[in-house]
């Protein structure tokens, strides 16, 4: 039987934060964003298991909160590498040793993006196994100029055309495997996952509708939003412990 793994990226230090603590530990209402990320996975009827690959330093303060928050379905905690590219290929490289097969398929999210929702984790699922891949996107909203020095431009793209990547990111573990080993033979390093995917494997990337809610934590500004969207809104329950 397929299995459908939960793999949380978590080995950033969040340096535009500019706070010691990474930023997927920082704390929302009390409780560390990561678990608020972590819970969602946990509640979701279509995940199995959840994998996390976490700075290198912080693993054993997640496993105190995964058992504090009761996170059952966490089968593991790897330590991540020195880019996003290190960190995923460690976590593979741990399913691959331990029982799991190239069909199974992976979720690819970000931790600090914990307003995802279960239609999208669905429609990714649903979507990779019918099409082979699933890259989470929504429509771009502004018009976009290109510019290879950052300070002019002589090109524009129509918004029509423009799509924004969001996490999670589904391909089954043979795919991202071979990808990453493939990747390694060349010496392509740091390469977001869906960029690498569609460079080797020579497949176009399926999308599935995101939300604008679905927003990742990069500058300190960004804590004020999700405390915004948690308290004005009714798209997020809170973990039981904070209500």
Known sequence: ?????????AGGNGERMHEQTPKQFLSLYDVPIIVHTLMKFEQSECI???IVVCLSGWVEQLRILAEKY????????VEGGSNSQESISNGIKFLLENGYNDDDIVIVHESVRPFITE??????????????NAVTVIRGNESY???EDGLSSNKHFLREAMFMVQ?????TLGQIGKAINEAKEKGILSQSLYILMSQLEYTPLYFVDGDRFNIKLTYPEDLRIFELIISETHKYSMPECVK
Not at 119 to 132: F, L, M, R, V, Y
């Open 70 to 77: 009761n996170i059952t379905k966490l089968l593991a905690i």
């Open 119 to 132: 239609k999208i984790i669905s429609d990714n699922i649903k979507t990779c196994i019918e099409k082979g």
């Open 48 to 50: 199995d298991v959840i």
């Open 167 to 171: 996490t999670p990111q589904t391909f």
């Open 1 to 9: 039987m397929v299995k459908k793994i939960a793999f949380i990226t």
């Open 145 to 147: 100029l290109f510019s």
